[in-house]
């Protein structure tokens, strides 16, 4: 039984051998497989009975995984045997299996079924009758693979100096060839808009906020897009923010000095008090949180007033940050608007932080002449206030008002407040500029912004002074200009 069979098999592959030998002859020879054909129906008697192809050769496109099948109808067969070949590989020859691979079978007459698609199976399958002359049905099969994608180095961790380079790398495969794209995940863990396409990522003069996770995506429109999670991790030396570095507070509170470093590797903080390393104690309390360090002082005595810093190093460097820990007033924060509503007279309102009473405070203004090319600063003003009591809601913050009177109409006035209680005077207070309204029908232009001045020293008053309001004579300028010109684009469109 299996020697008939591979009997079979074995006149048929010489049978097969031969007419492949002819065939290629023929096709060296410059005859076509149509002019061969016709030859042979010529030489052939009963010419209504050949064998005809009913199926037509095609470009199939399959996913890996899939099954797929390839036809071959055939009429007028007769005696003929059919046979289906990938290139000189016999893979069936008339119903007989002769390829070992079990995912392929004939269904339904001489379909060639292919179950369980692999990359490898792209190619020409060719349907082929038997004869004399070769007739036969090229099929192309093309294996489209969903992409595959890795992170060079596979594990996914890179890390770099800040201000250095440093190349991500992701290796894609499929069919078609993937693209690759690459974004950053944010916080949240959503990703970010592209920034950048291809296999490596360059990323130049790195900042610490470009540490993080980056993801590289492969397309090729086959199945999903895939996606490999790349760790970036920039080193650096230590970097400190302080929120204030002027902490107000009063005898028996609390009060807390917060620094937030930023430093890879991890930094170890220390916290100093007037040069001296802190001690800890039941009183002194340091603690932190991610990059959040706390040092807490509680009761505070008079002692702990001073100057505090901390300390922050790892193997890269360290750094230092300076706070003062006081029981002077803090400084007046002025928070009446600067364009006053009156022509003449202005309501200036601050706050000022003092757990002790204040015993003094003084307000001092002054005109300022200016115009576009030339300003000039007039004499200050000096008033001396009774400090009001505070409300007992809030025991450290004192609110005062005080109304100017005899003012420039459209005047430019600058303010400073001083205070003091018993440890002192107040912090340098911040300079605060005001305009007083010009006229009583007088409106300011709508839209025009206000920029926020009080953050400028008192030391530079006059020089900051002069940006400041240019600032705001540029705003109202730019503006007109806005204003104008969205104008003419809007006539522009219409017409
Ligand atoms: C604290 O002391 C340092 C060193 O003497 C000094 O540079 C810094 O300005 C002081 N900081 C404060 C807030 O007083
Ligand atoms: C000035 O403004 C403050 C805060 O808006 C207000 O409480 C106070 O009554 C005003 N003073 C005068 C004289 O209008
Ligand atoms: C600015 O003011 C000065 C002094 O009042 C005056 O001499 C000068 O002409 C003014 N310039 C402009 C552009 O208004
Ligand atoms: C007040 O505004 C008017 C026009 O609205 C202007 O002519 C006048 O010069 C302005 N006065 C001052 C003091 O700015």
């Known amino acids: 039984m299996k020697n008939q069979r591979l009997c079979v098999i074995f006149s048929i592959l010489f049978g097969l051998i031969g007419s492949a030998l002819t065939a290629a002859a023929n096709n060296r020879n410059g005859y076509s497989s149509m002019s061969s054909s016709r030859s042979a129906s010529t030489a052939s008697s009963s010419q209504a009975n050949q064998p005809r192809f009913l199926s037509r050769g095609h470009t199939y496109r399959a996913v890996v995984g899939d099954t797929l099948v390839l036809p071959c109808e055939v009429e007028n067969i007769g005696p003929l045997v059919l046979l289906w070949r990938r290139g000189i590989n016999v893979l069936t020859a008339s119903n007989i299996m002769v390829t070992r691979d079990e995912r392929i079978r004939l269904i339904g007459g001489y379909n060639l079924e292919i179950t369980d698609l692999e990359p490898q199976d792209a190619g020409d399958y060719v349907c082929q009758i038997s004869d004399k002359v070769n007739r036969d049905q090229v099929h192309t099969v093309e294996i489209l693979v969903p992409p ?149 002082i509680r009761h505070i005595q008079p002692e702990d007033f001073g100057n505090y810093s901390c300390v922050a190093d790892n193997s890269l460097g360290r750094s230092r940050k300076y706070m003062e820990l006081s029981g002077r007033p803090g400084p007046a924060e002025f928070y009446s608007p600067k364009w006053g509503r009156s022509s003449d007279k202005y309501n200036l309102t601050w706050k000022i932080d003092s757990y002790p009473p204040l015993e003094e405070v003084r307000l001092l203004y002054r005109r300022v002449l200016m115009n576009d090319s030339f300003q000039q600063p007039g004499q200050w003003h000096n008033l001396i206030l009774t400090p009001e009591h505070r409300p007992t809601t809030e025991p450290k913050t004192h609110i005062m008002s005080y109304t100017l009177k005899n003012l420039h109409p459209g ?79 809007s006539n522009g469109n219409r017409n």
């Open 148 to 296: 595959t994608i890795r992170a060079v180095p596979t594990s996914g961790q890179v890390q770099a100096r800040k201000g250095g380079a440093i190349t991500l790398e992701c290796k894609a495969s499929g069919n078609p060839v993937p693209s690759i794209y690459w974004t950053k995940k944010s916080g949240s863990g959503k990703s970010s808009a592209r920034i950048g396409d291809g296999t490596i990522l360059t990323l130049e003069k790195l900042e610490r906020q470009q540490a993080g996770v980056y993801q590289c995506t492969a397309d090729n429109n086959v199945g999903e897009p895939v996606t490999v999670d790349m760790r970036l991790d920039v080193l650096y030396p230590p970097e400190i923010q302080v929120e204030k570095s002027w902490i107000h507070t009063g005898e028996g509170y609390e009060a807390v000095l917060q620094c937030i470093v930023f430093a890879d590797p991890v930094a170890t903080v220390s916290w100093y008090q007037n040069s001296f390393l802190l001690q800890p104690t039941d009183r002194k309390i340091t603690n932190y949180r991610g990059n959040r360090h706390d040092l807490t």
């Open 411 to 489: 005047g430019y006035y600058e303010a400073i407040v001083q205070a003091k209680n018993r440890y002192g005077w107040n912090e340098v207070g911040d300079i605060f500029q005001f305009i007083v309204a010009n006229g009583s029908s007088d409106h300011f232009p709508e839209g025009a912004e206000v920029v926020a001045s009080s953050k400028s020293r008192s030391k530079a008053s006059s020089s900051l002074y002069f940006i400041d309001s240019s600032i705001v004579y540029l705003m109202i300028v730019l503006n007109v200009i806005n204003l104008l010109s969205s104008r003419k684009v």
